[in-house]
């Protein structure tokens, strides 16, 4: 089993920046790629991007691309998303998910997930 947990959510204005914080325990050996997504109230769950745990290479969603950074420290078994330049319509619960396999986009294919942290962007 793999245990996340996510931390760094909270409340800021259009344009600042936060950095999210993704600490993983358990069998981490087992994790190829670890991934964000995100869920806005009221909708479906979304995917952000992703990160090779391995190789460090990142995959973002278009909306996000430019804005936002995904990188590891292996050493720390921890994922981050840095998210600059906020907008409204990044408000939403961030989930952390792990998979034993390579990339997807598609949150279904993720076996393991932490709680989520709150972000809310105001305007």
């Known amino acids: 089993q793999v245990q996340l947990v996510e931390s760094g959510g909270g409340l800021v204005q259009a344009g600042d920046s936060l950095r999210l914080s993704c600490a993983a325990s358990?069998?981490?050996?087992?994790?190829?790629?670890m991934a964000w997504f995100r869920q806005p109230p009221g909708k479906e769950r979304e995917f952000v991007g992703t990160?090779?745990?391995?190789?460090?290479?990142?995959a973002y969603a278009d909306s996000v691309k430019g804005r936002f950074t995904i990188s590891r420290d292996n050493a720390k078994n921890t994922v981050y998303l840095q998210m600059d330049s906020l907008k409204p319509e990044d408000t939403a619960r961030y989930y952390c998910?792990?998979?034993?396999?390579?990339?997807?986009?598609?949150?279904?294919?993720?076996?393991?997930w932490g709680q989520g942290t709150q972000v809310t962007v105001s305007s």
């Open positions: 990160i090779n745990r391995v190789s460090g290479h990142p």
């Open positions: 998910a792990a998979r034993n396999f390579g990339f997807s986009s598609s949150w279904y294919d993720y076996d393991y």
């Open positions: 358990g069998r981490i050996f087992s994790i190829y790629t």
